[in-house]
């Protein structure tokens, strides 16, 4: 099956620094990726959706120049949290789609996700 | 390796009728286990969370549950709708957060 990779899968970083995380699509060229955000003990929380060479569509409620998406290429997709602090920290999971209605129904190819702990 | 699994991959049933989905899970050793739907073209929507200390959890029509010794869970739906229809995800937090496989839901007016 796709691959979906996620790096850095583990980050400390001093609060005020910003924290660059990587999603790429490993097999196949991703049209659509997902950026979500778990918090401890809460549910997933879908951030943002970008589109290759568009610019990202937040959720409301996400800061953009807080949390930029870039989406440069078919099969990378950058989260940089900027000037990190404590309550940055969380799960950071990306997906990847090859595109809309791929075989039937929407595929969406996940990472394993970034745990980001800001001190 | 955490490896979850749902059966089935896809279902069909009528409208009004009642459905459970299932979710099995290798490791026991998870903080939670959520259940998402996921409709064409878009992301994820969370259904429920089950805390790993919970037994289930209900929200309007949906009931989940866990039973975290045997390694499964269940998604309850009662009297399915047709905008019920959509792809189901379990995905289980432990070190890292796993998916399953999916089951592709479509219910028929």
């Known amino acids: 099956g796709a691959v979906v990779s996620q790096h850095p899968s583990r980050v400390i970083c001093k609060s005020g620094t910003s924290v660059k995380i990587e999603c790429r699509s490993l097999?196949?060229?991703?049209?659509?990726m997902f950026w979500y955000r778990q918090f401890p003990k809460k549910s997933l929380m879908l951030m943002a959706t970008?589109?290759?060479?568009?610019?990202?569509?937040?959720e409301q409620g996400v800061e953009k120049d807080k949390f930029l998406i870039n989406h440069a290429s078919l099969t990378l997709s950058t989260l940089t949290v900027t000037s990190a602090h404590p309550e940055d920290s969380s799960f950071y999971i990306c997906?990847?789609?090859?595109?809309?209605?791929?075989?039937?129904?929407?595929?969406?190819?996940f990472g394993p996700g970034t745990r980001l702990t800001v001190l | 390796k955490q490896e979850v699994t749902q059966i089935p991959a896809a279902l069909s049933v009528p409208e009004g009728e009642n459905l459970v989905l299932n979710c099995s899970f290798t490791?026991?050793?998870?903080?939670?286990l959520q259940w998402f739907r996921q409709d064409p073209g878009k992301g994820l929507t969370s259904l429920l969370l089950?805390?790993?200390?919970?037994r289930e959890q209900t929200s309007g029509r949906l009931n989940a549950s866990l039973d975290k010794s045997s390694g499964r869970s269940t998604l309850y739906i009662a009297a399915s709708q047709p905008g019920d229809s959509a792809t189901y995800l379990c995905?289980?937090?432990?070190?890292?957060?796993?998916f399953g496989t999916g089951t592709s839901l479509t219910v028929i007016p």
């Open positions: 997906s990847a789609s090859p595109g809309a209605l791929a075989r039937g129904h929407n595929e969406q190819f």
């Open positions: 097999d196949f060229q991703a049209t659509t």
């Open positions: 970008s589109n290759e060479g568009s610019k990202a569509t937040y």
């Open positions: 490791d026991s050793a998870i903080y939670n």
């Open positions: 089950i805390q790993s200390s919970q």
């Open positions: 995905a289980v937090t432990g070190n890292q957060f796993y």
